[in-house]
Every structure is written in C-alpha cells, then in structure tokens.
C-alpha cells in the first residue's frame, strides 16, 4: 500500500455516536406508523440518506405513502433528531478519535469528513471540530448516497490526494462498500462480522495511532 496522504471519515457512528438518536427518531416514525423497528433493521440505514431511509422504514413496515406525506415524516424526523442533537457537546465525541485526528494532522495528513448527513455542520460544530476538516462533504453536496463512491471521491478531489493514498474510516456497510468503490482503503469501525468487506477493522479509536493503522496496511 502506498503511504497514506489522507484520511477521511464518517460522521454518525464513526466520530460522534450519532447513530442512537436517528434510532431513536426513526423507531418514533415506524410506532406511530403502527409497527416497530428492531436494531438489525436500524444497521440497513447507517450511512443511507434521509429520504432512503425512510423508504426503508415503509417497506419494513409495508406502508404506502404519497411524495407529500414522506417529506413531512422526513421532515418531523429530522426536527425530533436535532432535538436529540441539541444536547451535544465536545465530551460526546467517541472516545480517542479527536486524539487520532491530532495525531495525523501533526504527520501532515490531510483530513476530509465524508458525510451522507445534511446536517453535519450543526454536529460538528456542537462537539466543537469543524475547523478539524480540510474539506467537508456532506449530504448537500452529494449527488449519490453511499454505497457510491461520490462521497470519498469528492473529498479526495478537494484534498488532491489520489485514492490509492487515502484511508477512509467507516462504520456502515453501505459506507465501506463507498470507500472500495472509490479505490480507497477502508478502516471498518464497529463489529467484524458486520463489516466484513472492510479492509480491516477497530472497535474503535481508543489507543489507536498512526503507526497502528500503517502496522495494518502493511
Ligand atoms: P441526515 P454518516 C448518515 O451519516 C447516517 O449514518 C444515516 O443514518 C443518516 O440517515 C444519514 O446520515 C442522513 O442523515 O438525516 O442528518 O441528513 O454515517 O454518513 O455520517
Ligand atoms: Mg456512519
């Protein structure tokens, strides 16, 4: 592997436990539709957009909905997420993973946040990292959700690094399948047996350092 330029990340799951609260909200959405929403279900819509989401969630849930009536569920959701949101503060950042973002930018890599969230800024600027990022690519710029590539590719392209140099850090299945799209290598961050198309994987950023993920890559 080639030696490592840039790294980017996923917000929900992989930096801020995010991942709870749009449980939280969607679980609400599926209850008053009149039919729950177990945790394996909740796995099908990490790193997936808001309005795929929710197309999940009806078909679990066999609901057929108009365009109309599926905006203002999605928009309801994503009023009760930020209000679970709203709470947030630096000590939410998951554990390690603002030491590791430190640690690489004083080995001048560069740092890029690959996000399907459009509301990634607000997060990041609630625990207080927005200014961690070289580039953002979030849910507003992209075209096409995760498993495409577009996300990572975008943020590369901000960073002008090539892809074989950049190291992507993800905790959805559908955002791993992104980052070996896009030629990248992927740090899968959560469980093995769920991430298995993930080059390799951490629980997560505790004692994890640089010198801990180029040990992995060679
Ligand atoms: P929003 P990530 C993703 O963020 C979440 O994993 C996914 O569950 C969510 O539906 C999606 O963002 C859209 O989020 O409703 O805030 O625009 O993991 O790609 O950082
Ligand atoms: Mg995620």
């Known amino acids: 592997m080639p030696s490592i330029h840039a790294c980017l990340f996923d917000l929900d799951g992989v930096i801020v436990d995010t991942a709870r609260y749009h449980y939280i909200a969607w679980r609400e959405v599926a209850n008053a539709l009149g039919f729950d929403l177990t945790p394996a279900q909740n796995e099908l819509l990490k790193g997936i957009s808001r309005m795929e989401s929710l197309d999940i969630i009806l078909a679990i849930g066999g609901v057929e909905l108009t365009d109309e009536e599926k905006v203002k569920l999605a928009t ?18 998951l554990p390690g993973v603002r030491h590791f973002i430190d640690e690489l930018k004083e080995k001048g890599v560069r740092i890029a946040l690959g996000s399907a969230s459009k509301n990634a800024r607000v997060i990041l600027q609630s625990i207080d990292m927005l200014s961690y990022f070289d580039s953002i690519v979030d ?39 992104s980052a070996k799209a896009a030629g990248m290598y992927a740090v899968g961050v959560g469980e093995k047996s769920v991430l298995a198309e993930a080059d390799t994987v951490i629980p997560g950023f505790e004692n994890y350092t640089f010198a801990g993920l180029n040990n992995s890559l060679s």
Request: proline residues 7%.
């Open 76 to 93: 309801g959701k994503n009023i009760r997420y930020l209000e679970l949101c709203s709470e947030m503060t630096p000590a939410d950042t």
């Open 139 to 177: 849910g507003n710029r992209v075209t096409k959700g995760k498993p495409d590539p577009e996300v990572f590719q975008l943020g590369a392209a901000d960073l002008e690094i090539a892809p074989e140099n950049c190291v992507v850090f993800e905790d959805a299945v559908a955002g791993v399948q």
